[in-house]
């Protein structure tokens, strides 16, 4: 029998212990309360990044939307 070793990747093992600012969690769980979606927020660094705000249909965009113009929902 022989047995297969995955080598150690040194980006992907960096990318599973990188550490998450508290203060982003905490807002990132805020905006998917607001929301009801599974909003994710990605930051590097230098402070730059993106908020990614998935939607699944029309009418959930348009939801999302009226809520980011403070529209009534």
């Known amino acids: 029998m022989i047995k297969y ?3 150690p990747n ?3 093992d960096l990318l599973k212990t990188k550490q998450i600012n508290p203060e982003i969690i905490k807002i990132r769980d805020e905006f ?3 929301f009801g979606a599974n909003v994710d927020i990605k930051r ?3 402070g730059k990044g993106t908020i990614m705000l998935p939607f699944n249909s029309d009418d959930e965009f348009n939801h999302l939307v009226d809520i980011l113009r403070h529209e009534k929902v």
């Open 10 to 12: 040194p980006k992907t």
């Open 44 to 46: 590097d660094s230098m």
């Open 32 to 34: 998917r309360r607001a």
């Open 5 to 7: 070793h995955q080598l």
